[in-house]
């Protein structure tokens, strides 16, 4: 079935260091979406991208969908411990109901202090 | 954020057990979803339902049964589960509207233990 891959699956940064997470399809899609959890959290929406080559900017977080809408990055600049957790990217099934979602494996964010 | 509810935040059952969850969205959407999100898995769409239908069951075992009496409410009745259905289980919103890929809204999610 379809698939969206995210990497790296955790990645542990000092604070004030670079992040970035990758989601790839193997599908050109419609647009993407981008969700934060939190540890212990529920999946909180963060922006999404409708857009070949769009770029969003929210505050530290930068979002990128490619030219070929079939990846996205999200990138954080100087994270911070605020930035902690799992970002899923989610992107709209291919088939079945137009509001059906199949999110990315996620990738866990651990920012040491 | 009180906009998705889910009620309980925890349940152990064992195996035997027959038990529900419930999920009441206040945000006036009329599409309402369960997830299940197990340790180092994708979060997985078990059910779609859209103005009260169930439009979309991503192969789930039986043993999961959904209802959805109105928009504001969708329960996920349990009977006979099994170890390995022990995972959060989340309920999301969207507006529901057709052919957009809506933001959703979730709950706090059940995290449950079967024993």
């Known amino acids: 079935g379809q698939q969206v891959m995210q990497i790296p699956q955790y990645q542990h940064v000092q604070e004030g260091e670079d992040f970035t997470t990758y989601c790839n399809s193997s599908?050109?899609?419609?647009?993407i979406q981008w969700y934060k959890q939190r540890p212990g959290g529920h999946p909180v929406f963060l922006i999404q991208l409708v857009k070949s080559g769009e770029v969003k900017k929210q505050k530290r977080l930068t979002f990128q969908f490619g030219e070929a809408k079939k990846n996205s990055s999200l990138h954080i600049t100087a994270t911070q411990t605020t930035d902690v957790g799992t970002y899923f990217c989610?992107?709209?099934?291919?088939?079945?109901?137009?509001?059906?979602?199949?999110f990315g494996t996620g990738t866990l964010l651990a920012v040491q202090p | 954020e009180t906009g998705v509810t889910q009620t309980p935040r925890h349940l152990v059952m064992g195996m035997t057990n027959k038990k529900s969850l419930k999920c009441e969205q206040h945000l006036g959407h009329n599409a309402m979803y369960w997830y299940k999100q197990s340790a180092k898995k994708p979060l997985e769409l078990m059910f779609v339902y859209n103005f009260k239908e169930q439009t979309e069951n991503n192969s789930v075992p039986s043993r999961f049964s959904p209802e959805c009496p109105n928009s504001s409410h969708l329960f996920l009745h349990l009977h006979t589960l099994q170890p390995e259905d022990s995972a959060l289980y989340l309920c999301?919103?969207?507006?529901?509207?057709?052919?957009?890929?809506?933001?959703?809204?979730f709950g706090p999610g059940t995290r449950l233990l079967v024993l």
């Open positions: 999301a919103s969207s507006q529901g509207l057709a052919g957009r890929q809506e933001t959703q809204y």
């Open positions: 599908t050109t899609l419609s647009n």
């Open positions: 989610a992107v709209r099934s291919r088939g079945g109901a137009t509001n059906k979602l199949i």
